[in-house]
């Protein structure tokens, strides 16, 4: 039995069968060649979007893979090759420095480039869809090497084809991103035009809007090295436009963005605030002060501490709103 502590941001302690680190694309033919895949397996990246709530019976796969590649460079625009297993902070701290813009505002979000593209990672009015070039995986049936490109992936809030038709069926072996070297900043997000303009920034760059998303989420979301927790633990619901017009009627302070196609996308971290439970302690599970999108582990929860907690969210806003939460984390 292997401890998956070390493995998950959420601080839960489970176990596991067996664990393989895969350092190299062998390392994972090899895996596939003996028919590991065929029992039960999970891959893990960063682990910060994992909650477990039992122990894993079966095969871990630890991606490992490393490295960044210059795969095209023109004066605009680079094309970046990047290895799966990388940490995406650092990839993104990486690109600030040299200047390549596109996933600044991502900045500071834990987890690897190869899980980014999974569950379409954003933040700050960015998604990793917006410079995701194409997507190198490897077939789990067979060992095959197959590309998706962007529209391929099916990319949507929170999700792809790889959380759908695809999942379990690919690992995801290297990401190629398309930076930009005249980068058009992406500022229109409300914290982040708030506090450029405190600062007095005149221009702005890459590096000043990776600083303040860094600032933001500092102050508001709890380093998970320190406090176990999975960044947002809900996604925030989208809503058919008839169905909000019937919502904010009741709930005109109701905090809400339009979306695409004439939906309307609503706070979760609101519906959970308004209906009373910021700050909310279940357990050794807590809604968090600050945030309250992000569920906390207070010190020994257990995964289904935190589950529990989860559940008696979605009970008590749908009571009062009529609007069912999902999970934006992967629950096992
Ligand atoms: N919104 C805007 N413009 C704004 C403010 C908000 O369009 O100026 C929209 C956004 O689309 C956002 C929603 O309204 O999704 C709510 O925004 P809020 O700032 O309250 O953030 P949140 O819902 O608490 C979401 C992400 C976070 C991300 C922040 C900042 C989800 C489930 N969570 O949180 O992601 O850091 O926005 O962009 O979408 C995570 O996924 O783990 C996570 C921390």
Redo the contacts with the bound molecule.
Sequence with gaps: MISLLPYNTFKISAYCNELVEIKNEIQLQKVIKESRLEENFLIIGGG??ILFTKNFDGLVLKNSLKGIFVYFEDSSQIVLKVASGEIWSDFVDYCVKNDWGGIE?LSL??GTVGAAPI?N??????EVKDTLHKIEAVKLSNGEKVIFNNSECKFA??DSIFKNEAKNKYFITNVFFRLNKKPVLNT??????KLIKEKGIKKATIADVSNIVKE??MN??PNPEIIGN???????PVLAESDFKLIIQKFPDI?????ENCKV??????LIENAGLKGFELGNAKVNDK????LINNGNATGKNILQLANFIIEKVKEKYGIVLNP??NIL
């Design positions: 910060s979007n505002n979000i834990p569950q990672i954003g933040a700050y009015g960015v809030y929170r229109a997000y409300g914290d982040i035009s933001i989420r508001k979301l999975a960044g947002s633990f809900f996604k925030n905090r809400h963005f339009a979306e996308k609503i706070s979760a971290a609101w945030q309250a999108l992000v934006e984390v």
